[in-house]
């Protein structure tokens, strides 16, 4: 089997010098060498030693070449990512791809073509870079009913969360991303990872995987992170909570919870632990009860070393399906309605600015309680200006009456600029 790279930048350089670099070791476990029958990128990559590679300009040509037998689309987008690999599949070549917007968006008919041409799909690197989660949820948890995911599945996220939390340190958002995007963690497009977007792919994909339901990205609820201040995250912690941005889901009884947004982590939980660009993902199944995968979630080393163990399996397979593509026969697959975000309940932390003034706090929760909300956490700090800082966590109410409550707080004389809200992750 003869692999063809599309794509040299942060992925497609890893995946090449892991080749070369732990081949022998690959070879052990394989029985057999892993050689590369081409390389189409627009430019060569500084790291990556080509000189007696065959290089292409034009990805296409990795496609239509017969000594291929694996594809890597590692070029990432949706247009021409999805034009390659369906023409890979149409020329009977197996694919591994990094790509989770094109799995997340286009699996249907990525997968439906893959199964005519009985040729494997495989995407372990589009979700948590190194941590094999889509090989523990399909193939490891395979005898259970899982019931939730839940996981730190946006590494420059984190990231940023992370360095913004370093007490005394008062980094800028921008360059806090700069260093991410520097890293080799951050997308093409930025705005993917700090608006929830890539944790949105991962996520819907992680749902079906889990419990064998249809990829629904056009359902998913999505909030990013650039909405958090470093004031957020001190608040947070007077209170004994970590602010984390994770993608939620659970199969309840007709619907699925389909969620990313950021979360008030208690400070003694393990997601509350990970820092930096690391991942951790925890499943909860009837059998195995809940287990949790932890590790690098982006950059070159880990993707590649995910891109690699997915060609593996196609070698040792021999390319012979073993596996259904979101771990459940297709036709068994169950559509479910995705839950409204309005339904949600849970508790939630919520900032005010108002001015400081005899009476406030009195109005404020008078409003709460008409929504039979009630204040489990309080606390009340001077802001400039004669202003002061309100933050409170409510008791676990429904999203809608909380988002009643908030547009009547905002509608208060004394209440300054918008309301924040996070909301409190409860894992019982
Ligand atoms: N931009 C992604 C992240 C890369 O930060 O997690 C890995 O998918």
């Not at 996981?151 to 007490?167: D, H, V």
């Not at 944790?199 to 994909?205: G, P, Y």
């Amino acid at each position: 089997m003869q692999i063809g790279i599309c794509g040299l930048g942060t992925v497609g350089s890893g995946a090449f010098n892991l080749i070369s670099g732990n081949g022998q070791e690959m070879k052990r476990r394989i029985g057999r060498e892993l050689t590369i029958a081409q390389v189409g990128c627009r430019r060569d990559h500084p790291d990556c030693d080509l000189s007696s590679t065959n290089v292409t300009r034009d990805i296409f040509d990795v496609v239509k070449n017969p000594e291929v037998d694996i594809v890597l689309e590692l070029i990432g987008g949706t247009d021409d990512a999805l034009k390659l690999v369906m023409e890979a599949i149409s020329n009977k070549k197996h694919v591994v791809t990094a790509n989770k917007a094109l799995i997340a968006e286009h699996g249907d008919e990525i997968f439906g073509a893959a199964s005519k041409r009985g040729v494997q799909v495989r995407f372990e690197a589009a979700i948590a870079g190194g941590i094999p989660i889509v090989k523990a949820i399909r193939e490891g948890l395979a005898a259970n009913r899982v019931e939730w995911v839940a996981g730190i599945i946006n590494g420059t996220s984190n990231y940023i969360l992370t360095e913004m939390s370093e007490p005394g340190r008062n980094l800028a958002f921008a360059d806090v991303l700069k260093d991410a995007q520097d890293l080799g963690y951050a997308e093409a497009d930025p705005t993917f990872d700090v608006e929830g977007i890539d944790a949105a792919h991962k996520l819907t994909i992680l749902s079906s995987i889990a419990f064998g339901v249809p990829l629904r990205f056009d359902a998913i609820y999505t909030e990013g992170i650039s909405g958090i201040t470093s004031e957020d995250i001190g608040y947070a912690r007077e209170l004994g909570y970590t602010i984390r941005h994770l993608g939620v889901t659970r199969n309840l009884e007709d619907s699925v919870e389909l969620r990313v947004h950021p979360c008030l982590v208690a400070n003694s939980h393990m997601l509350a632990q990970v820092n930096g660009v690391m991942n951790a993902v925890m499943v909860g199944s009837d059998a195995a009860g809940a287990t949790m995968y932890y590790g690098a979630g982006a950059g070159s080393g880990p993707t590649a070393s995910a891109v690699l163990g997915d060609v593996i399996d196609i070698v040792r397979t021999d390319g012979v399906h073993s596996v259904a593509n979101l771990g459940f026969m297709p036709e068994t697959l169950e559509p479910k309605r995705v839950m409204e975000i309005q339904e949600f309940e849970g508790s939630a932390y919520l900032r005010l600015v108002v001015s400081d003034e005899p009476g406030v706090m009195a109005r404020i929760s008078t409003i709460l309680g008409q929504y039979k909300i009630s204040i489990e956490a309080l606390i009340q700090k001077d802001a400039r200006g004669g202003d002061a800082h309100v933050v409170i966590i409510t008791n676990s109410v429904l999203e809608k009456s909380l988002n009643d409550a908030m547009q009547e707080l905002a509608g208060l004389d004394e209440t300054k600029g918008d309301i924040a809200r996070i909301r409190v992750a409860d894992f019982s």
